[in-house]
Each structure stands twice: as C-alpha cells, then as structure tokens.
C-alpha cells in the first residue's frame, strides 16, 4: 500500500494564472474524491468519481474548476484564472468498495498560495 | 449551515490524561461517523469509525462513544501522549443509493498534549 500521492506539494502562483494538481490514488481504488481545506477549518468536498465518470460536483466547484480522471486511475484538477480566494489546501482521498464502503484514505495534499 | 459541529476548537491535556473531544450532527440520515487525525503538513489519517448500531467502539486507546437520541458522538483519548498532539476531526456521511460517501467534517480541535 503506497498510499495516496499528491503533486506538487506546494503551488505558489500568480492570481490570473491557471494551475493543475495530480492525485495517484491507491491502485486498487475506484473511488476518488477531491477536497478542499482553508486554514483552521475542515475539509469540504469538492467532486467524487468513480473508476472515469465524475458523479458530484459540490457547489463550491465554480466553473474555473474542472476535475478529470481519464483513465479511472489518476486525477487532476484544473483552476483556471485563479483568485485569492482559492488559496488552501487541496486534498484527494481515495477508497476501495468492496462489501460496502472503505474508509477514505487522504494524500497529504497540494498546498496552494495565489500572490 | 453547519451540519457537524465539534467542540472544543482547542484543548490541553497532560501527559497520561484523557483527552475529551465532542460532535454533534443536524442530519439524521448520517450513518457512518468517523474521526481523522492530522498532523501539520500532512493529510488526514483515519482513526477510528462508528456507525449507528453501535454505542460505543474502542481501538486501543481511541474510544468512540455514540448517543444516537442525542445526536452526538465523541473521542476519548485515554492516557494522552505529548505524540497524540494534532488536529482532530469529526465526520459525517449517509450511505447512498448511489453515488459518493462524501464526508463532512467538523472544524477540528487543536489538541496540544503537555508532559
């Protein structure tokens, strides 16, 4: 089990510009879910696929956010024109369903900064 | 609207005490409530997890205690080590019909265990 793996760690960008993260879930996972964090809060969920197919979309995912998980395997996540307000932490979590639900294991996440 | 509230937002406890850590929940379709634990720069790690058949789970010494009438659950943390000092989060999530388990959490409790 290697884990869930998140990249880049870190983004620091412009606003204005546009950024993608990659999220490699536990192989044998078909479910993956994407969340945000702001500092001293709580995850919120962002959009969840299943094997290829994107099935939810949160609210908070304006339409400058866009998630694609070509292959049923790894994941990205597109902000484009980014703004200050996108600044957190962006994590995936993926889990397995076997009988019944797994629990969601998290990657340590892509921490982004908007100067 | 807050769905699950946790208390207290921050808590100190000394080495070889419990740590007490709260939630309570809105939503009674909630069935499966877990508890996350995260260290600074790292994602959420699982804990432990309950669901509503239940009243209480222990794992070593992470204990669960659930009140369904109540709508409250929380975790005990019995003989607190200076190693156990985290960011702790409750969660919530209904099992489907289809689609995702997606999570709501808490806004953490800050636990700073001194020795």
């Known amino acids: ?115 | 609207q807050q769905q699950v509230k946790q208390s207290p937002q921050s808590l100190i406890v000394q080495k070889g005490g419990i740590s007490i850590i709260n939630c309570a929940y809105e939503n009674t379709a909630f069935d499966y409530f877990p508890w996350y634990q995260q260290f600074p720069g790292k994602g959420p790690a699982l804990l432990i997890a309950i669901r509503p058949d239940v009243s209480e789970k222990k794992e070593g010494r992470f204990t669960i205690s659930f009140n369904k009438s109540a709508k409250q659950f929380s975790l005990h943390i019995m003989d607190s080590q200076p190693g156990d000092s985290a960011t702790y989060f409750c969660a919530a999530s209904i099992t489907p019909r289809v689609g995702s388990y997606q999570l709501t959490f808490g806004k953490g409790t800050k636990l700073s265990v001194i020795p």
């Open chain 1, 1 to 115: 089990d290697t884990g869930v793996s998140q990249n880049p760690r870190h983004k620091i960008t412009k606003r204005g510009q546009n950024v993608t993260f990659r999220c490699d879930p536990i192989s044998e996972h078909n479910r993956l879910y994407w969340y945000r964090q702001t500092l001293g809060q709580g995850p919120e969920f962002l959009t969840y696929f299943q094997n290829e197919a994107q099935l939810e979309k949160s609210r908070l995912l304006s339409d400058r956010f866009s998630a694609e998980r070509p292959k049923g395997s790894f994941s990205t996540l597109e902000i484009q024109r980014t703004e200050q307000g996108d600044s957190a932490m962006y994590l995936c979590a993926s889990s397995s369903r076997g009988q019944g639900e797994g629990p969601q294991h998290f990657g340590d996440g892509t921490r982004l900064s908007i100067l």
